[in-house]
């Protein structure tokens, strides 16, 4: 029987396994779409009988290749995620069947033009404006238009009874996925944040659903009956500093940033942005005398993404966290030439403020460079938290 360390580095690994396991299901006859964004309707991909996979780009390796068709000073993420593609070196890239991608960002939509000449690519235009009247019409016709490119490239059939199936799976997961950072809540902290990002992280690459939701099950059902009797990842009498991490796209990141918060003495009790608390809470309307594609898109428009203008929701979303989780200090991690992400970080600051909560902002990449800097400012930052109380 698995310990719990050993379910959480099933996890963390799952990434690299995966490897293995998504050329075995080519070799099935399956067919894979690779996705960008927390706004791909994994419903509709999931209901053509396809497997998703998340293909942002994480390691610096393939960003001097995505150089040469792509600008220096263009985002990481950007950059990584073509050069994957353009050298052939990450196999969830090379055996998507269909990329779909989103227009969250510039920089994406002219590097999906770029990767169309390499992938077959679908891309779903998003409205800008979190308006239900003015944008929910045009995000249902793209969520359509999409069902339909699925249906004539797969010749497959995308019933209504299919998306309800989809909807309600995916739902289930969604009320999982939230138990992760509601482990947070407890005092002290029922997991660590690293360990949460594992498993967010790797449980995309864990393709059997039904294997991968009992196995999270018992991770979650352990974590608390491990606090309960005074065996979690800290002492009970032990109070580390309360962290809540705010922005998106940070996988190339997390080793210099995330991970030192806790090496240095913090709890990350709770994320916040496109994959955060609230996103997971969200759910799709299970009603069976509604068209499902517009219960769909209802949902995935309300993503708090920075690049939706104005986002004033999630600014909301932000201090609420702040309460519930009682967080005790906010660390906005945002990339280079992120320019959504990064503007918005003065709104973050903003909350903070009115929050009364210290506010630590990181602009990084996935280069070393920053390593020595990033961990002094976490540290003096945890101190300011510290002295605080």
């Not at 000449?117 to 045009?138: F, G």
Request: some cysteine; charged content about 30%; hydrophobic content about 35%.
């Amino acid at each position: 029987m698995m310990t719990l360390p050993e379910r959480f580095n099933e996890f963390a690994e799952a990434r690299r396994n995966g490897f293995l396991k998504v050329m075995e299901l080519k070799e099935s006859g399956a067919n894979i779409c690779g996705s960008f964004c927390q706004y791909a309707p994994a419903e509709v991909i999931y209901a053509a009988g396809l497997y998703k996979v998340g293909l942002c780009g994480k390691s610096s390796e393939p960003i001097a290749t995505a150089e040469t068709h792509l600008p220096a000073n263009l985002c990481p993420l950007i950059k990584s995620s073509y050069g994957h593609a353009l050298e052939q070196s990450c196999p969830y890239s090379y055996f998507s069947d269909i990329v779909v991608g989103e227009t969250t960002c510039d920089g994406k939509k002219k590097m999906y033009e770029m990767l169309g000449k390499l992938k077959p690519m679908h891309v779903i235009h998003l409205p800008n404006v979190p308006d239900r009247e003015r944008s929910l019409d045009a995000w249902v016709m793209e969520i359509r238009h999409f069902k339909e490119v699925l249906e004539e490239r797969f010749e497959v059939e995308i019933t209504d009874e299919k998306l309800r199936e989809a909807i309600k799976w995916g739902n289930k997961e969604r009320i999982q996925a939230a138990r992760i950072y509601e482990l947070g809540r407890y005092d002290p902290p029922a997991i660590t944040g690293v360990n949460m990002r594992n498993i967010m992280d790797g449980e995309q690459y864990m393709f059997n659903r039904y294997e991968k939701y009992e196995k999270l099950k018992q991770i979650l059902d352990d974590c608390e009956e491990n606090w309960k009797n005074g065996k979690g990842p800290y002492k009970p009498d032990e109070h580390p500093p309360r962290i809540l991490i705010s922005g998106a796209g940070l996988g190339g990141v997390a080793k210099k940033s995330i991970d030192v918060v806790e090496e240095l003495g913090g709890a990350i009790v709770c994320y916040e942005g496109c994959s955060g608390i609230v996103s997971r809470r969200r759910l799709i309307d299970e009603s069976e005398d509604r068209d499902p594609i517009v219960c769909i898109a209802e949902k995935y428009l309300e993503v708090p993404c920075a690049v939706m203008s104005p986002n004033s929701k999630r600014m909301t979303q932000v201090a609420a966290t702040i309460a519930e989780w009682n967080v005790e200090g906010v660390v906005n991690i945002t990339l280079h030439s992120c320019h959504p992400f990064g503007i918005e970080s003065c709104n973050i600051a903003k909350v903070c403020d009115e929050c009364d909560t210290p506010y630590l902002h990181i602009e990084t990449d996935f280069s070393s460079g920053d390593l020595g800097q990033i961990r002094t400012r976490i540290e003096a930052f945890l101190e300011i938290i510290k002295s605080r109380r």
